[in-house]
Nanobody
Framework: QVQLVESGGGLVQPGGSLRLSCAAS????????MGWYRQAPGKQRELVAG???????NYADSVKGRFTISRDNAKNTVYLQMNSLKPEDTAVYYC??????????????????WGQGTLVTVSS
């Protein structure tokens, strides 16, 4: 019913920048909070940044001042601008969204939706 599709990952040198995008599609009625999580090899998934529909943001301490989250509500899209990247930022980055969608048989439903993940590698 709802899909999140991420793009923008890749290989970048330390100090470089990348911009991730995540577009939600389907029978979406509304999206509340959107966010980015990451999971490095051998580690638990962690919150990187989140943004409410009204634009309030929060960040992990490790990325404050380097990453910026933003969203376009008209496009159901969230972005993550990542600057001054470090090797420890290497991880699979996942998009997350708190979605209300419509189903003809069941009416309105809430869904904690996840993207498939995009790999970010920071290495020289």
């Amino acid at each position: 019913q709802v899909q999140l599709v991420e793009s923008g990952g890749g290989l970048v040198q330390p100090g470089g920048s990348l911009r991730l995008s995540c577009a939600a599609s389907g029978r979406i009625f509304s999206i509340n909070t959107m966010g980015w999580y990451r999971q490095a090899p051998g580690k638990q998934r962690e919150l990187v940044a989140g943004i409410t529909r009204s634009g309030n943001t929060n960040y992990a301490d490790s990325v404050k001042g380097r990453f910026t989250i933003s969203r376009d509500n008209a496009k159901n899209t969230v972005y993550l601008q990542m600057n001054s990247l470090k090797p420890e930022d290497t991880a699979v980055y996942y998009c997350n969204a708190d979605v209300t969608y419509y189903s003809a048989g069941a009416g309105f439903n809430a869904l904690d939706a996840w993207g498939q993940g995009t790999l970010v590698t920071v290495s020289s």
